[in-house]
């Protein structure tokens, strides 16, 4: 009975990982490779592995592998995560939020890291407004705005000048270079309403990198977090 134990314990589903290096890995610190439904966690390698991961809803805990930021495990300390997990009693779990996305009351995706509204050409901008719930929040001049997870708060929205964002603490929203020398960036928590004001070129909606539809002047956009997804916290060696 006890072996069955240690077999379901050390049970891992992998997701990704072209080269067979986080495999090997795993093989190496003792677990075995097994379907989602009979292992204790998932493997996810690389960003799309991920968000299939997630979307999957296979209802165990994911690790993400080589997905950048502070919530994630690099390639490189693969190996060491996996000793670390393997001497652990329990797993150190957290909830993320993630992301639904309406256009003028139509659901139109989930984002698991973001999503965007920018300018479909370069080099042409927009103006966009920001609110939270009911209440306004701002109007700026901008390529686009972005509303980010906790996990795509160390991404784009990080290049564009945004927090890193903890599990718990909101969204990030952040415009994508604005027409200024002087911008604000937040976190709230709430739903998060976007428009386009202005239009001074075609304005897309981007959700985790891929462009999903268009959206025209005055069409309202709303970003709630309606779910979540449970990470495995990266273990420390």
Known sequence: MSEAREDTATAVSLRGDDDGR????LHTNGFSLADAAEAAFVVAVGERAFVDAVRGRSGRPILPVGVGGPHAVPPSGADAAFAALRGSDRLRTVEHPLL???????????????????TSEPARISEYAVGVGDDPLD?????????ATPLGSS???RAAGGPV???????AVV???????????????GSVSLSVERDEGPVSLVVDGARTTAV??????????????????????
């Open 165 to 171: 964002v903890t599990p718990g603490a909101g969204v």
């Open 100 to 118: 639904s996305v309406d256009v003028d009351g139509d659901h139109v995706a989930d984002a698991v890291f973001d999503a965007m509204l920018v």
């Open 139 to 147: 109007a700026f001049r901008a390529d686009g705005v972005v509303v």
């Open 155 to 157: 991404g784009y929205a």
């Open 216 to 237: 025209g002047p005055h069409a309202p956009v709303t970003v709630e977090c309606d779910a979540s997804v449970t990470l495995l916290r990266p273990p420390r060696a």
């Open 175 to 189: 415009p994508v270079s604005p027409f200024s020398t002087r911008w604000d960036t937040w976190v709230v928590d």
């Open 22 to 25: 986080v495999e090997r890995a």
